[in-house]
């Protein structure tokens, strides 16, 4: 489902339903803070809202729900929870998480007044939010979650006045909350400031968190935020770099849909050599600096480093493919994106870094039959796949080389395996369709009256996967937007995707092709749809009611590819 909310006195909501359709350690414990007896909500100001959200994606120490009513919630009782939550969080069938933003916690955030200093103008002094480089960096102990909850900060570095107890910043009191956790293993950021404007200080509010404090934090989870590429955050990146993503004990890192479009010599620098899993997930890489292949490196044979989603990374750039090269043999769990995966392999057969088994191993199971060929027919081939576990390959790649070249990947894999090989290459993959849509989209603030009629909705995603049969084609159609005698006929734009799947306008009742399969075989696909825009005509904004939610339906429908598209 899609949802898309504006938090003030006029509301709308548009719900878009996906529908597939078919023709532990041990952890120190640390003395309460002296503000222990402070409620969040009464004694802190923080929006009753908020805190509802942080209690009920909490874990308390022994990992159950919290119990606590929201209003009786203290700074005491945040310093116990074992896990700290201002995101959506959801237990999967699996025993994993998925996050995804809380609405009611990013237009809270967004709505907070965000005025420059007059004597600072990279720093922020309102009402409502304290940003400074000082306060980020706790300079002399000054900004501790103490003195910020027991109401201290003094003028100092251009500020224009003393911040007590009753002028304190609430977003200030947040992060001294945050810092409380001192007993947390997860702390689950999660969006909270990814539609927060001017972008430059969403990575300043994000540098407020001194992770170096959290002396028990395994976990941190700041995906969806768009924190972007930080060129003119001044200040901000640095201490995001040196204090947030700083630890001596985090092992999982979450950098997901960041709109990250490079990673510099610098950002993962002070991730800590504890470090197994760094999620970059989905966001717009192009080329990662050299020095990232040892920063990612870190995580390990044990350990997990996924860029899935990147489309555009660059194996050409020099840098780019050393790191991915390099990380790809190491023998964790590297998850590329098909393309990717494929076109390191191939490059690193003659270009140092070149691959290793246990390379070949970590994306066995994206191998294409061009790759395959290559590999089978390299010179130390032997050595490459003595490792290889046949029930890894794809079966289309191993029915798509040649007789010569499977041939030839029989006398080089392991003894063990060539008949398994061989019952692959004779395998008939299953003609049946199947597709499955999972995942929501949520769609940005937009107010009655504001020009721009286009959104995007980069923060949630709808993953549809399945198998398209041969000689089939996948088409979408889109039904009107309805509420009660209200219509509205909006504009996706869809991105594109692997494997060929296509960009489109999708418009409401007029069927789009995004993916057709002209091969012999079936073929499965796993496109995940981020980075979609929400268009609204201009004719129809004063069609819009206010306080009114709309649901629309999306139908997924296989056919055959008529005669005349078979060439394209």
Request: with cysteine.
């Amino acid at each position: 489902m899609s949802a898309w909310k504006r938090y003030s006195n006029m509301v709308i909501v548009f719900i878009a339903c996906v529908v597939g359709l078919l023709v532990m350690p041990t952890v120190s414990v640390h003395a309460a803070p002296a503000d222990a007896g402070k409620t969040l909500v009464g004694d802190l100001h923080l929006p009753a809202a908020v805190v509802q959200v942080l209690v009920a994606n909490s874990t308390a120490s022994s990992g159950a729900a919290i119990t606590t009513a929201p209003d009786a919630v203290t700074v005491g009782d945040v310093a116990t929870w074992q896990t700290v939550s201002l995101a959506q969080r959801t237990v999967n069938n699996d025993g994993s998480v998925t996050s995804t933003p809380s609405a009611a916690v990013a237009s809270w955030l967004a709505s907070l007044a965000q005025t420059p200093s007059p004597q600072h103008p990279d720093a922020v002094e309102s009402a409502d939010v304290l940003l400074w480089q000082d306060m980020a960096e706790n300079a002399n102990g000054t900004y501790s979650p103490a003195a910020i909850l027991g109401g201290s900060i003094p003028t100092g570095y251009g500020r224009s006045q003393v911040y007590t107890s009753a002028n304190m910043p609430v977003f200030n009191t947040l992060m001294a909350v945050l810092m409380s956790a001192q007993n947390a293993q997860v702390i689950d950021l999660t969006g909270i400031v990814g539609q927060v404007q001017p972008a430059a200080n969403r990575v300043k509010m994000l540098a407020m968190l001194q992770t170096p404090e959290l002396p028990n934090l395994q976990e941190l989870d700041l995906g969806h935020n768009m924190l972007g590429d930080q060129t003119d955050s001044n200040w901000g990146y640095y201490r995001f770099r040196m204090t947030t993503l700083h630890s001596a004990s985090v092992r999982s890192w979450d950098l997901s849909y960041e709109d990250f479009s490079y990673l510099d010599a610098n950002m993962l620098a002070n991730l800590g050599a504890q470090t197994r899993n760094i999620n970059l997930a989905s966001n717009v890489l192009k080329t990662i600096n050299y020095n990232n292949g040892g920063y990612l490196g870190v995580t390990g044979a044990d350990g997990s480093v996924d860029l899935s989603n990147n489309d555009n990374l660059s194996s050409v750039d020099s840098d780019t493919f050393y790191v991915l090269a390099h990380v790809i043999g190491i023998g964790g769990d590297t998850i590329l994106p098909d393309a990717i995966a494929n076109a390191v392999i191939t490059k690193a057969l003659t270009t140092w870094p070149n691959i290793n088994n246990l390379g070949v191993n970590a994306v066995a199971d994206q191998l294409m039959a061009a790759t395959l060929a290559e590999l089978a027919n390299t010179q130390n081939a032997a050595t490459l796949l003595a490792t290889l576990q046949v029930d890894q390959l794809q079966a289309a790649a191993v029915q798509g080389l040649s007789d010569a070249d499977f041939a030839k990947l029989c006398q080089v894999v392991p003894a063990d395996q060539v008949s398994r090989l061989q019952a692959k290459r004779q395998k008939t993959t299953p003609n049946t369709a199947k597709l499955l849509a999972n995942g929501n989209w949520l769609f940005g603030a937009y107010h009655i009256g504001e020009t721009t009629t286009s959104i995007s909705i980069p923060q949630q995603v709808v993953t549809i996967s399945g198998t398209l049969p041969p000689g089939q084609r996948l088409s979408v159609t889109m039904s009107p937007w309805t509420a009660a005698a209200a219509q509205l006929a909006p504009v996706l734009g869809l991105p594109a995707g692997a494997n060929g799947w296509q960009e489109t306008n999708l418009e409401v009742d007029s069927a789009a092709v995004v993916l057709t399969n002209p091969n012999p075989t079936a073929m499965d696909f796993d496109q995940t749809l981020a980075g979609v825009t929400l268009k609204i005509p201009d004719a129809q904004l004063s069609q819009l009611q206010p306080d009114t939610t709309y649901t629309g339906t999306f139908t997924w429908t296989f056919e055959d590819v008529p005669t005349s598209d078979t060439g394209h």
